[in-house]
Protein backbone atom coordinates (compact mmCIF):
# COMPACT_ATOMS: atom_id res chain seq x y z
CA UNK A 1 0.00 0.00 0.00
CA UNK A 2 2.74 2.65 1.00
CA UNK A 3 4.90 1.60 -2.05
CA UNK A 4 1.83 1.76 -4.00
CA UNK A 5 1.20 5.24 -2.63
CA UNK A 6 5.17 6.39 -3.37
CA UNK A 7 4.84 5.16 -6.95
CA UNK A 8 1.19 7.27 -7.43
CA UNK A 9 2.96 10.42 -6.20
CA UNK A 10 6.36 10.17 -7.62
CA UNK A 11 4.13 9.71 -10.88
CA UNK A 12 2.37 13.31 -10.20
CA UNK A 13 5.83 14.78 -9.09
CA UNK A 14 7.11 14.11 -12.15
CA UNK A 15 4.00 15.03 -14.09
CA UNK A 16 4.17 17.90 -12.19
CA UNK A 17 7.67 18.94 -13.07
CA UNK A 18 7.28 17.47 -16.82
CA UNK A 19 4.66 20.56 -16.92
CA UNK A 20 6.70 23.11 -15.41
CA UNK A 21 9.44 22.88 -17.30
CA UNK A 22 7.29 22.95 -20.62
CA UNK A 23 5.71 26.17 -19.47
CA UNK A 24 9.09 27.62 -18.82
CA UNK A 25 9.98 26.65 -22.21
CA UNK A 26 6.68 28.30 -23.58
CA UNK A 27 8.01 31.77 -21.70
CA UNK A 28 11.04 31.66 -22.51
CA UNK A 29 10.59 30.65 -26.62
CA UNK A 30 7.82 33.46 -26.09
CA UNK A 31 10.73 35.93 -24.59
CA UNK A 32 13.02 35.10 -27.61
CA UNK A 33 10.64 35.52 -30.38
CA UNK A 34 9.86 38.67 -28.69
CA UNK A 35 13.33 39.98 -28.36
CA UNK A 36 13.95 38.90 -32.10
CA UNK A 37 11.15 40.77 -33.25
CA UNK A 38 12.37 43.41 -31.12
CA UNK A 39 15.89 43.30 -32.39
CA UNK A 40 15.18 42.85 -36.05
CA UNK A 41 12.52 46.04 -35.75
CA UNK A 42 15.44 48.14 -34.43
CA UNK A 43 17.86 47.00 -36.70
CA UNK A 44 15.14 48.22 -39.59
CA UNK A 45 15.34 51.12 -37.58
CA UNK A 46 18.85 51.86 -37.57
CA UNK A 47 19.12 51.27 -40.96
CA UNK A 48 16.49 53.60 -42.25
CA UNK A 49 18.13 56.09 -39.62
CA UNK A 50 21.67 55.27 -40.94
CA UNK A 51 20.25 55.92 -44.96
CA UNK A 52 18.94 59.15 -44.46
CA UNK A 53 21.65 60.33 -41.65
CA UNK A 54 24.26 59.43 -44.86
CA UNK A 55 22.41 60.62 -47.26
CA UNK A 56 22.22 64.13 -45.44
CA UNK A 57 26.42 63.67 -45.22
CA UNK A 58 26.39 63.72 -48.80
CA UNK A 59 24.15 66.00 -49.88
CA UNK A 60 25.35 68.71 -46.85
CA UNK A 61 27.46 70.12 -49.41
CA UNK A 62 24.40 71.29 -51.92
CA UNK A 63 22.28 71.63 -48.67
CA UNK A 64 24.86 74.53 -47.55
CA UNK A 65 25.68 76.07 -50.98
CA UNK A 66 21.84 76.02 -51.53
CA UNK A 67 21.47 78.05 -48.46
CA UNK A 68 24.25 80.70 -49.02
CA UNK A 69 22.98 81.08 -52.84
CA UNK A 70 19.25 82.17 -51.05
CA UNK A 71 20.66 84.18 -48.66
CA UNK A 72 22.82 85.50 -51.41
CA UNK A 73 20.12 86.59 -53.37
CA UNK A 74 18.24 88.51 -51.11
CA UNK A 75 21.20 90.69 -49.91
CA UNK A 76 21.56 91.21 -53.93
CA UNK A 77 18.00 91.63 -54.39
CA UNK A 78 18.37 94.39 -51.91
CA UNK A 79 21.38 96.01 -53.62
CA UNK A 80 20.76 98.89 -56.65
CA UNK A 81 23.00 99.72 -59.32
CA UNK A 82 23.96 103.39 -58.64
CA UNK A 83 23.81 102.98 -54.62
CA UNK A 84 26.92 103.79 -52.29
CA UNK A 85 29.12 101.34 -50.69
CA UNK A 86 32.06 102.30 -47.86
CA UNK A 87 34.60 100.35 -49.32
CA UNK A 88 38.06 101.18 -48.51
CA UNK A 89 41.05 100.38 -51.11
CA UNK A 90 43.26 101.58 -49.08
CA UNK A 91 42.46 98.67 -45.96
CA UNK A 92 42.41 101.13 -42.95
CA UNK A 93 45.87 102.33 -44.73
CA UNK A 94 47.70 99.66 -45.11
CA UNK A 95 47.61 99.41 -48.55
CA UNK A 96 49.65 102.31 -50.47
CA UNK A 97 50.50 100.41 -53.39
CA UNK A 98 51.47 102.93 -56.29
CA UNK A 99 51.46 102.40 -60.12
CA UNK A 100 53.71 103.72 -62.48
CA UNK A 101 52.56 103.70 -66.25
CA UNK A 102 55.75 104.28 -68.21
CA UNK A 103 56.33 106.57 -71.03
CA UNK A 104 57.35 104.03 -73.63
CA UNK A 105 58.33 104.50 -76.88
CA UNK A 106 57.69 108.30 -77.81
CA UNK A 107 57.22 109.57 -81.21
CA UNK A 108 57.81 113.39 -81.65
CA UNK A 109 55.96 114.07 -84.93
CA UNK A 110 55.03 111.63 -87.83
CA UNK A 111 57.95 111.91 -89.21
CA UNK A 112 59.14 109.46 -86.62
CA UNK A 113 56.41 107.17 -86.60
CA UNK A 114 57.87 103.77 -85.49
CA UNK A 115 56.42 100.83 -87.90
CA UNK A 116 58.95 98.04 -86.17
CA UNK A 117 58.34 95.24 -83.76
CA UNK A 118 60.80 97.33 -81.28
CA UNK A 119 58.16 99.66 -79.72
CA UNK A 120 58.21 99.53 -76.08
CA UNK A 121 54.89 99.20 -73.88
CA UNK A 122 53.35 102.53 -72.41
CA UNK A 123 51.03 105.19 -72.18
CA UNK A 124 53.44 107.29 -75.42
CA UNK A 125 53.07 110.52 -73.68
CA UNK A 126 55.08 110.46 -70.29
CA UNK A 127 55.61 108.69 -67.14
CA UNK A 128 52.93 109.01 -64.68
CA UNK A 129 52.25 107.74 -61.32
CA UNK A 130 48.74 106.99 -59.44
CA UNK A 131 48.30 105.57 -55.67
CA UNK A 132 46.01 103.41 -54.36
CA UNK A 133 46.15 106.40 -51.18
CA UNK A 134 44.84 108.53 -53.36
CA UNK A 135 41.07 109.96 -52.03
CA UNK A 136 38.17 109.39 -53.74
CA UNK A 137 34.42 110.49 -52.84
CA UNK A 138 33.34 106.71 -52.29
CA UNK A 139 32.29 103.91 -54.36
CA UNK A 140 29.09 102.93 -56.26
CA UNK A 141 27.47 99.96 -57.54
CA UNK A 142 28.40 99.77 -61.22
CA UNK A 143 26.88 96.07 -61.93
CA UNK A 144 25.74 93.08 -60.32
CA UNK A 145 26.90 89.64 -61.07
CA UNK A 146 23.99 86.88 -59.67
CA UNK A 147 25.85 84.34 -61.20
CA UNK A 148 29.01 84.62 -59.44
CA UNK A 149 27.74 86.84 -56.14
CA UNK A 150 29.93 89.32 -56.93
CA UNK A 151 29.06 93.37 -56.87
CA UNK A 152 31.11 95.67 -59.08
CA UNK A 153 31.76 98.98 -57.91
CA UNK A 154 33.26 102.00 -59.72
CA UNK A 155 34.73 105.12 -58.09
CA UNK A 156 32.16 107.62 -57.22
CA UNK A 157 34.45 110.41 -58.81
CA UNK A 158 38.03 110.18 -61.74
CA UNK A 159 40.85 109.47 -60.23
CA UNK A 160 43.80 111.42 -61.47
CA UNK A 161 47.80 110.54 -60.84
CA UNK A 162 49.34 111.40 -57.73
CA UNK A 163 50.37 115.02 -59.11
CA UNK A 164 45.99 115.13 -59.72
CA UNK A 165 46.49 115.30 -63.29
CA UNK A 166 44.65 113.83 -66.27
CA UNK A 167 45.91 110.16 -67.47
CA UNK A 168 47.51 111.30 -70.62
CA UNK A 169 47.82 108.94 -73.84
CA UNK A 170 49.64 109.53 -76.84
CA UNK A 171 50.32 108.04 -80.50
CA UNK A 172 50.65 104.14 -81.54
CA UNK A 173 51.83 103.22 -78.25
CA UNK A 174 48.70 104.85 -76.54
CA UNK A 175 46.75 103.19 -78.69
CA UNK A 176 48.34 99.81 -78.98
CA UNK A 177 48.94 99.47 -75.15
CA UNK A 178 46.43 101.90 -73.62
CA UNK A 179 43.92 99.40 -72.54
CA UNK A 180 46.57 97.17 -70.51
CA UNK A 181 47.71 100.37 -68.81
CA UNK A 182 44.62 101.90 -67.58
CA UNK A 183 43.47 98.36 -66.59
CA UNK A 184 46.77 98.02 -64.77
CA UNK A 185 46.59 101.19 -63.14
CA UNK A 186 42.75 100.22 -62.16
CA UNK A 187 44.33 97.16 -60.15
CA UNK A 188 45.80 98.54 -57.23
CA UNK A 189 42.30 99.67 -56.05
CA UNK A 190 41.24 96.29 -56.09
CA UNK A 191 42.90 94.92 -52.68
CA UNK A 192 40.80 96.27 -50.08
CA UNK A 193 38.76 94.64 -47.66
CA UNK A 194 35.89 92.47 -49.30
CA UNK A 195 37.82 93.08 -52.99
CA UNK A 196 38.81 90.27 -55.77
CA UNK A 197 40.77 92.03 -58.14
CA UNK A 198 39.30 95.24 -60.25
CA UNK A 199 40.04 96.80 -63.83
CA UNK A 200 38.93 99.76 -65.93
CA UNK A 201 35.31 99.99 -66.78
CA UNK A 202 34.80 99.83 -70.33
CA UNK A 203 32.72 100.12 -73.18
CA UNK A 204 30.39 97.12 -72.88
CA UNK A 205 29.83 98.18 -68.76
CA UNK A 206 28.36 101.08 -70.04
CA UNK A 207 26.32 99.65 -73.27
CA UNK A 208 25.04 96.96 -70.26
CA UNK A 209 23.56 99.63 -68.56
CA UNK A 210 21.74 101.86 -70.50
CA UNK A 211 21.16 98.64 -72.66
CA UNK A 212 22.58 99.54 -76.25
CA UNK A 213 23.78 97.13 -78.47
CA UNK A 214 25.96 98.27 -81.76
CA UNK A 215 24.90 95.32 -83.27
CA UNK A 216 21.26 96.00 -83.33
CA UNK A 217 21.89 99.58 -84.23
CA UNK A 218 24.07 99.49 -86.72
CA UNK A 219 25.64 103.14 -85.92
CA UNK A 220 26.58 104.74 -89.04
CA UNK A 221 24.76 102.53 -91.98
CA UNK A 222 25.55 103.40 -95.31
CA UNK A 223 28.75 105.36 -94.47
CA UNK A 224 32.57 104.49 -95.06
CA UNK A 225 32.21 103.79 -91.16
CA UNK A 226 29.10 102.09 -90.67
CA UNK A 227 29.67 99.68 -87.36
CA UNK A 228 31.13 96.24 -88.75
CA UNK A 229 31.84 97.81 -92.30
CA UNK A 230 34.78 95.79 -93.45
CA UNK A 231 36.94 98.25 -95.63
CA UNK A 232 39.82 96.63 -97.91
CA UNK A 233 42.39 99.61 -98.62
CA UNK A 234 45.15 99.01 -101.07
CA UNK A 235 48.24 101.14 -102.09
CA UNK A 236 48.37 101.35 -105.95
CA UNK A 237 51.68 103.39 -107.72
CA UNK A 238 51.09 106.34 -105.17
CA UNK A 239 47.47 106.88 -103.88
CA UNK A 240 45.56 104.78 -101.90
CA UNK A 241 42.14 103.53 -103.04
CA UNK A 242 39.36 101.56 -100.88
CA UNK A 243 36.55 99.03 -101.18
CA UNK A 244 34.25 98.50 -98.49
CA UNK A 245 31.77 95.85 -97.69
CA UNK A 246 28.54 98.01 -97.94
CA UNK A 247 29.00 98.74 -101.49
CA UNK A 248 31.50 101.83 -100.90
CA UNK A 249 34.72 102.57 -103.29
CA UNK A 250 37.01 105.23 -104.35
CA UNK A 251 40.48 106.47 -105.08
CA UNK A 252 42.29 108.94 -102.38
CA UNK A 253 44.97 111.64 -102.71
CA UNK A 254 46.39 109.82 -99.06
CA UNK A 255 49.68 108.45 -99.90
CA UNK A 256 50.97 106.41 -97.05
CA UNK A 257 48.62 103.48 -94.75
CA UNK A 258 50.47 102.84 -91.10
CA UNK A 259 48.32 100.17 -89.47
CA UNK A 260 47.88 97.53 -86.70
CA UNK A 261 48.00 94.19 -87.30
CA UNK A 262 48.89 90.78 -85.60
CA UNK A 263 50.87 92.67 -82.62
CA UNK A 264 52.42 95.05 -84.97
CA UNK A 265 52.48 98.34 -87.08
CA UNK A 266 53.12 98.02 -90.36
CA UNK A 267 52.93 100.19 -93.53
CA UNK A 268 51.21 98.88 -96.61
CA UNK A 269 53.89 99.27 -99.59
CA UNK A 270 53.13 99.28 -103.16
CA UNK A 271 50.48 96.89 -104.30
CA UNK A 272 49.73 95.69 -100.98
CA UNK A 273 46.23 95.93 -99.07
CA UNK A 274 44.63 95.39 -95.80
CA UNK A 275 41.07 94.87 -94.29
CA UNK A 276 40.21 96.59 -91.44
CA UNK A 277 36.64 96.40 -89.46
CA UNK A 278 34.93 99.64 -88.35
CA UNK A 279 34.09 99.44 -84.78
CA UNK A 280 33.49 103.07 -83.96
CA UNK A 281 30.14 104.68 -82.42
CA UNK A 282 28.94 107.27 -80.27
CA UNK A 283 25.69 108.07 -78.29
CA UNK A 284 24.40 110.86 -75.56
CA UNK A 285 23.43 109.83 -72.87
CA UNK A 286 21.19 112.26 -71.96
CA UNK A 287 19.14 110.12 -74.95
CA UNK A 288 19.16 106.90 -72.33
CA UNK A 289 17.97 109.03 -68.75
CA UNK A 290 14.34 107.62 -69.27
CA UNK A 291 15.81 104.36 -69.27
CA UNK A 292 18.42 104.73 -66.75
CA UNK A 293 16.87 107.34 -64.58
CA UNK A 294 19.53 110.28 -63.14
CA UNK A 295 21.02 109.00 -60.36
CA UNK A 296 22.61 105.94 -62.73
CA UNK A 297 23.05 108.63 -65.65
CA UNK A 298 24.68 111.16 -63.13
CA UNK A 299 26.65 107.67 -61.69
CA UNK A 300 28.00 107.26 -65.97
CA UNK A 301 28.35 110.72 -67.56
CA UNK A 302 27.43 113.87 -65.07
CA UNK A 303 26.83 116.60 -68.14
CA UNK A 304 29.91 118.88 -66.46
CA UNK A 305 33.65 119.43 -68.00
CA UNK A 306 35.51 117.77 -65.49
CA UNK A 307 33.73 114.34 -65.73
CA UNK A 308 35.87 113.29 -67.98
CA UNK A 309 37.14 109.71 -68.08
CA UNK A 310 38.86 106.64 -70.63
CA UNK A 311 37.27 103.56 -71.16
CA UNK A 312 39.78 100.64 -71.52
CA UNK A 313 38.18 99.89 -74.95
CA UNK A 314 39.93 100.58 -78.37
CA UNK A 315 38.11 101.04 -81.76
CA UNK A 316 38.85 101.72 -85.34
CA UNK A 317 37.26 104.26 -87.59
CA UNK A 318 37.42 103.71 -91.25
CA UNK A 319 37.40 106.81 -93.56
CA UNK A 320 38.31 107.72 -97.02
CA UNK A 321 41.92 106.84 -97.40
CA UNK A 322 42.68 106.37 -93.79
CA UNK A 323 41.71 104.58 -90.49
CA UNK A 324 41.66 107.00 -86.98
CA UNK A 325 43.03 104.43 -83.99
CA UNK A 326 42.63 105.17 -80.28
CA UNK A 327 39.97 104.47 -77.35
CA UNK A 328 36.83 105.25 -76.17
CA UNK A 329 36.21 107.92 -73.40
CA UNK A 330 33.34 109.71 -71.79
CA UNK A 331 33.01 113.88 -72.16
CA UNK A 332 30.62 115.88 -70.79
CA UNK A 333 27.77 113.40 -71.17
CA UNK A 334 28.65 111.62 -74.39
CA UNK A 335 30.50 108.39 -75.24
CA UNK A 336 33.00 108.97 -77.94
CA UNK A 337 36.39 107.77 -79.19
CA UNK A 338 39.59 109.71 -79.06
CA UNK A 339 42.43 109.66 -81.70
CA UNK A 340 45.47 108.74 -81.01
CA UNK A 341 47.27 107.72 -84.57
CA UNK A 342 46.16 107.79 -87.83
CA UNK A 343 46.93 105.50 -90.65
CA UNK A 344 48.47 108.66 -92.66
CA UNK A 345 51.09 108.84 -89.58
CA UNK A 346 49.65 111.77 -87.67
CA UNK A 347 49.84 111.85 -83.90
CA UNK A 348 47.73 112.93 -81.13
CA UNK A 349 47.45 112.90 -77.21
CA UNK A 350 44.25 113.13 -74.81
CA UNK A 351 43.94 113.13 -71.53
CA UNK A 352 40.93 111.76 -69.29
CA UNK A 353 40.44 110.48 -65.83
CA UNK A 354 40.68 106.81 -64.74
CA UNK A 355 37.69 105.05 -63.08
CA UNK A 356 38.40 101.77 -61.68
CA UNK A 357 35.94 98.95 -61.19
CA UNK A 358 36.48 96.57 -58.36
CA UNK A 359 34.95 92.98 -57.87
CA UNK A 360 33.65 92.92 -54.35
CA UNK A 361 32.65 89.11 -52.83
CA UNK A 362 28.73 89.64 -52.04
CA UNK A 363 29.66 88.08 -48.53
CA UNK A 364 31.38 90.97 -47.49
CA UNK A 365 28.62 93.56 -48.04
CA UNK A 366 25.90 94.66 -45.03
CA UNK A 367 23.26 96.15 -45.84
CA UNK A 368 22.83 99.73 -45.05
CA UNK A 369 20.51 100.40 -41.94
CA UNK A 370 18.58 103.21 -43.85
CA UNK A 371 17.71 103.34 -47.41
CA UNK A 372 20.10 103.10 -49.86
CA UNK A 373 18.68 105.56 -53.00
CA UNK A 374 22.05 106.58 -54.49
CA UNK A 375 22.17 109.86 -53.63
CA UNK A 376 23.07 110.14 -49.79
CA UNK A 377 26.22 109.59 -48.77
CA UNK A 378 26.14 109.29 -45.12
CA UNK A 379 27.09 106.09 -43.34
CA UNK A 380 23.46 104.97 -42.37
CA UNK A 381 22.39 104.92 -46.14
CA UNK A 382 25.46 103.51 -47.29
CA UNK A 383 26.29 99.40 -47.76
CA UNK A 384 29.38 98.49 -45.56
CA UNK A 385 31.99 96.11 -45.71
CA UNK A 386 32.10 93.89 -43.25
Given at each position: MFQKFLNTENASIT??????????????????????????????????????????????????QNTLNENSTNLLDSIQIGDYVNYDPTNGGEITTTYTSPQGTYHANSTTSDTSENMIEGNGYASQTFSVSANTNGWRVLDIDKDTNQILLISADVIKTTEN???????????????????????????????T??????????????????????????????????????KNLIFISYRASNGLSASTTNTRFTYYDDGKWKTLSTNSHTTIESTYYAYSGSDYIDTIGTTIYDMLFQNTSENLYWLASSYHDTYEGRVDFGLRGIYEGTMFSINLFDSRGNVYNSYRGVRPVVYIDISYIQPCTGTADGTDTTIEHMHQIK
Open positions: LFVLLAILFFMIVIFSLFVSSSNKEQSQISEIDKIQQEYEESVENIDQIYKYFFLRGQTGAEWGVKELNDICEIYGKGKGAGARSITIDDTNKIIGYDPEITRPGKGQIYEYKNNVTYT
